[in-house]
């Protein structure tokens, strides 16, 4: 009932998934669209604008006006390109006294994206000059220039037509610089804050690598120390072998326990202990199971860092496993490289007499494989972290009852890194 009732939801959010992925790329094609037609459509439509203009003066003037006109309107188009340019193109056009939004389009532009102020102001007074041309040819023809309101008025137009396109374009440009600022402050905030988060990361990593190293290597330097002791003075072979087994383990246990230290101080530092597959002979060699390792990957490949280590911290924990739950049991280790896949599998048979497997041939109960406590002492989480380091890496791993004993296989990619690694 509950795998019935848990489809139809999941079906329902892989299609809203879909629908909002769908309605992403539409706006992501919007802004596509708009960012390189935005511009065109602006310049188009004050090309029309200027045009309309020349219309009311098309039969009101000669050729050689109608010329400048056209010229004028027409450099237009390219006045995000050239703005100068087209500025000159328009004086012409202003000097006749007719045409005006062409020269304000063209100033307007040029005051907008021309960095000189100099240069503006030369293109404002060049405008200027041009839009009074016509008074000024009156006032020679005429020989008067008549009161001083008179001759204010008469420039007041050719000053608003350079003054205004001029301030216009000049507050854009300030506004934009300003945004751009603004922009630049917030992405360098940004930054303080990860550099702060990532400065607190490291503290707090360094303060749990000493605790650990105060805590946990205390107590394996004890259990090294009794391992010697034991594979000295222990009356019977066995147990003289098994001092030596534990000995060489706990020495195993603070190597890696550095590397992982230094790992936890510098996210940077590389893996400089026992990680890789060829590691892995003298791993079984001191595991206490009986196992062969059969390594098929060719000596040639090359395979990621982190891919290794994955290798190596899965036959560990499986070894790991069949000591507290089959001891005595055979393993096999085999190593393949199929496509771009590293294969791992563990293998091993039931303990000697035929004993249950307990714990590890349960996949809800035993360490690694659930949540609740299993033989020995902890949480029992092994397989379940290796499970998660396989998934990080873009592979997987199973673990479950294989005939009489237990299959651990992982599946890990050629190369890989593990993410914010």
């Known amino acids: 009932m509950s795998a019935a009732v848990s489809r139809p939801g999941r079906v329902r959010r892989v299609r809203r998934f879909r629908a909002f992925r769908r309605v992403g790329q539409v ?31 098309v039969g009101e003037v000669g050729p050689l006006t109608l010329a400048a006109y056209v010229l004028a309107v027409g450099a237009l188009a390219a006045r995000r390109r050239r703005p100068l340019l087209v500025v ?16 304000m389009f063209a100033l307007g532009t040029a005051a907008r994206l021309v960095r000189s102020g100099a240069l503006v102001g030369a293109a404002a007074a060049a405008v200027f000059i041009a839009a009074a041309a016509p008074l000024a040819y ?27 396109p001029t301030l216009l374009g000049r507050v854009a440009r300030s506004r934009r610089a300003l945004a751009e600022r603004l922009a630049e402050a917030r992405a360098a905030l940004a930054r303080e804050h ?38 000295v003075t222990a009356a019977t072979p066995e147990a003289r072998r098994a001092g030596v087994r534990i000995g060489r383990i706990s020495s195993l246990a603070m190597t890696e326990l550095r590397d992982t230290l230094g790992v936890l101080r ?41 891919t290794e280590y994955a290798a190596y911290r899965t036959v560990q924990e499986a070894l790991t496993n069949i000591v507290r739950h089959a001891p005595g049991a055979r393993a096999e280790v085999a190593l393949a490289l199929r496509d771009d896949v590293l294969l791992v599998e563990i293998t091993n048979g039931p303990p000697p007499g035929g004993a249950p497997v307990t714990g590890a041939l349960d996949p809800g109960e035993g360490p690694g494989l659930g949540e609740g406590p299993g033989l020995g002492e902890g949480p029992g989480l092994g397989l379940v ?36 690694g």
């Open 27 to 57: 706006r992501v094609l919007r802004r596509v669209r708009s960012a390189g037609t935005g511009p065109a459509l602006a310049d188009g439509a004050l090309v029309a604008a200027a045009g309309a203009e020349l219309l009311t003066v």
């Open 88 to 103: 000159l193109a328009t004086v012409p056009a202003a000097m006749t006294g007719y045409l005006w939004l062409a020269p």
């Open 138 to 164: 009156e006032i020679q023809r005429t020989g008067r220039a008549g009161s001083p309101a008179v001759l204010a008025a008469g420039l007041l137009g050719p000053a608003l037509l350079a003054a205004g």
């Open 194 to 231: 990860r550099l702060a988060e990532e400065r607190a990361a490291v503290a707090e990593r360094a303060r749990l690598a000493r605790e650990m190293h105060d805590i946990v290597s205390h107590h394996v330097s004890r259990i090294a120390v009794e391992a010697g002791a034991l594979s």
């Open 266 to 306: 510098d996210r940077e530092t590389a893996v400089s202990g026992p990680g890789s597959l060829a590691d892995l002979p003298p791993l079984v060699a001191g595991s206490g199971v009986d196992a062969s390792v059969t390594d098929r990957v060719p000596p040639s490949a090359e395979l990621g860092a982190e």
């Open 385 to 420: 972290g290796l499970r998660e380091r396989a998934a990080l890496l873009g592979g997987s791993l199973e673990a479950g009852p294989a005939g009489d004993g237990f299959l651990v296989r992982a599946r890990l990619p050629r190369s890989a890194t593990a993410p914010g």
